[in-house]
């Protein structure tokens, strides 16, 4: 039987002992664990610790760490996404399937043709859609949604970034293969625009950016979400 895993709070563990209140109840009520069942212990930072529980108590459980070992499938290039913010169940999606492809973060924003009003209160929900995901994929690190950003905050950001990749439709030379070469950078971001695109003037405010990557994704025409998924999981099959 392969080991349980959790999802706990960093501030559980400490050095070699786990205390954990934080998924008691679904440690002991629902997987009815008992004393010396051995577990998975993952608090979203990059490791998985295997442990075996020691006591359980009325309201927390008391775990031995055994091993302490860094999750051998994250990417080595953090990668982030901008996102256009895209209609309910398109964006829940994205972010979805983002999350299984081990994208670290994905940054929601409005633009001239956006057709889904910036609300914060999308942003919880995408958040939960995230972490559920990372905990069905057993994910050692759980993708993080920021908030809704206007278009000048998108382009302010994206100095932070060694490369940004551009899926831009207008592009008909530059493939995600070609912008790759060479790198050796540390982070990457892409951007996909909502299912209205970009304007004339923004898609030339992104390409004027030194580190921004005008790149196109092939001939087919492709809905935001899928085209987000599809950058995601080429660019991570060319950074292995």
Do not use: W
């Not at 929601?108 to 009003?117: A, D, H, L």
């Amino acid at each position: 039987m392969s080991e349980k895993k959790y999802y706990i709070e960093k501030k559980e563990i400490s050095k070699d002992k786990a205390v954990v209140y934080s998924e008691y109840n679904h440690i002991v009520n629902v997987m009815r664990s008992k004393a010396k069942d051995k577990a998975i212990l993952i608090c979203d930072d990059g490791y998985f610790y295997h442990a075996v529980i020691e006591k359980i108590r009325k309201d927390n459980v008391e775990f031995l760490i055994e091993k302490k070992e860094k999750d051998k499938n994250l990417s080595k290039v953090e990668v982030t996404a901008f996102l256009g913010l895209l209609k309910a169940d398109n964006m829940d999606f994205a972010v979805q399937k983002l999350s299984e492809l081990s994208v670290a973060s994905v940054m929601p924003f409005v633009s001239k043709n956006t057709v889904v009003t910036k609300d914060t209160n999308k942003i919880p929900r995408l958040q939960k859609i995230a972490e559920q995901s990372a905990r069905q994929c057993g994910r050692s690190k759980i993708l993080k949604v920021s908030n809704v950003l206007e278009f000048d905050e998108v382009l302010e950001s994206l100095a932070e970034f060694d490369i940004v990749l551009f899926a831009n439709e207008l592009e008909e030379k530059l493939t995600l293969k070609k912008a790759l070469a060479n790198f050796a950078g540390k982070s990457i971001a892409f951007i996909v625009g909502s299912e209205g695109g970009f304007s004339e003037e923004e898609a030339k405010l992104l390409t004027k950016k030194k580190n921004v990557k005008s790149i196109s994704l092939g001939s087919l025409t492709l809905r935001a979400e899928t085209a987000s998924i599809v950058l995601a999981a080429n660019l991570l099959y060319e950074l292995q």
